[in-house]
């Protein structure tokens, strides 16, 4: 239960990530540099977390299917 929680926040922060890097995005061809060098960092912190809990998820659901394989 537990796994898939933790995969759908992964799959939540993953889509914010994305949503940020294209807010960031549009405000670079506005030129706002400034702001969009501001959102930079944060956006991509938000990214990558998101993939580390999907990656986290699915490394332990693979565990689980093998230790119930052994069994």
């Known amino acids: 239960m537990l796994i898939g929680i933790r995969e759908f926040v992964g799959w939540v922060l993953v ?3 994305l949503c940020l890097i294209g807010v960031d995005f ?6 706002n540099v400034i702001e969009a060098l501001a959102l930079a960092l944060p956006s991509v ?3 990558r977390s998101g993939i580390g809990l999907v990656r986290i998820s699915m ?3 693979i565990a689980l299917r093998l230790d119930e394989k052994r069994v």
């Open 45 to 47: 912190i938000v990214f």
């Open 26 to 31: 549009m405000l670079a061809l506005n030129r």
């Open 15 to 17: 889509l914010l990530g």
């Open 59 to 61: 490394a332990a659901r």
